[in-house]
């Protein structure tokens, strides 16, 4: 059982370019998330999503977007990449169960993002 | 305002003895979920224990507990008998909103160094 999986797990971006972030998920989880983490900070919520077909933005959703055809993957994209995206991103995941489970949100490992 | 506050940047605790994590939180939202990560060096996030709102009794996982005092808006986690493996980076966070839709907000974070 992988969990929550994101590839690449590092990459350096030029200004201006573009590229998607890549999460997965094998435990059926209808609720995904991603966030970022700044050097020294707590994670920020860019976007979410509570199933197929269906995304909302988070607290800083500026210069990223989502898209959700299935269950299983959430990429997010960066079209216009700037030195402020320079951070750590979060993939997680939750399921709909029983209490304790049903709130709980699993990471992934995290893919490092340097734009020069 | 911040909804969840960490107000020790780091804490220095020995082997074996007994620390405590302060977090406080912030809402008008009568159904909430507290919950407390772990980030060791490698970077992932690692689930450590949950407290529903409406929870009567405070939450225990193995040698962490929570000590949940909801008229003081306070959720800290206790680790018992520290280890060296419990040296890390400890995010508080909350969960509010309608639960198909809710959020986790997180805090900057403690990090608990344990010398031998």
């Known amino acids: 059982n992988a969990g929550v999986t994101q590839t690449p797990k590092f990459r350096i971006l030029k200004i201006g370019q573009s590229m998607t972030l890549q999460c997965t998920q094998d435990?059926?989880?209808?609720?995904m998330y991603w966030y970022r983490q700044d050097p020294g900070m707590g994670l920020k919520l860019i976007y979410y999503?509570?199933?197929?077909?269906?995304?909302d933005k988070g607290e800083v959703p500026n210069g990223y977007n989502v898209s959700r055809s299935t269950t299983e993957d959430f990429p997010l994209r960066l079209e216009l990449a700037a030195p402020s995206q320079t951070s750590v991103y979060f993939c997680?995941?939750?399921?709909?169960?029983?209490?304790?489970?049903?709130?709980?949100?699993?990471f992934g490992p995290g893919t490092r993002l340097l734009v020069l | 305002a911040q909804k969840i506050t960490q107000t020790q940047p780091g804490m220095f605790v020995q082997e074996k003895e007994a620390v405590t994590l302060d977090c406080t939180y912030d809402?008008?939202?009568?159904?909430?979920?507290l919950f407390w990560y772990k980030q060791p060096s490698s970077g992932e996030m690692i689930f450590l224990i949950y407290?529903?709102?409406?929870?009567?009794q405070n939450a225990t996982e193995g040698r962490y507990s929570l000590n949940f005092q909801k008229a003081r808006k306070s959720a800290n986690l206790v680790i018992s008998a520290s280890q060296l493996g419990d040296s890390a980076m400890y995010f508080c966070?909350?969960?509010?909103?309608?639960?198909?839709?809710?959020?986790?907000?997180f805090g900057k974070g403690t990090m608990l160094l344990v010398s031998p």
């Open positions: 809402t008008s939202d009568p159904s909430y979920g």
């Open positions: 435990m059926n989880h209808n609720y």
């Open positions: 999503s509570v199933g197929a077909g269906i995304t």
């Open positions: 966070a909350m969960r509010e909103g309608r639960k198909g839709y809710s959020t986790l907000t």
């Open positions: 407290q529903g709102s409406y929870d009567q």
């Open positions: 997680a995941s939750r399921g709909a169960g029983g209490r304790q489970l049903g709130e709980t949100q699993y």
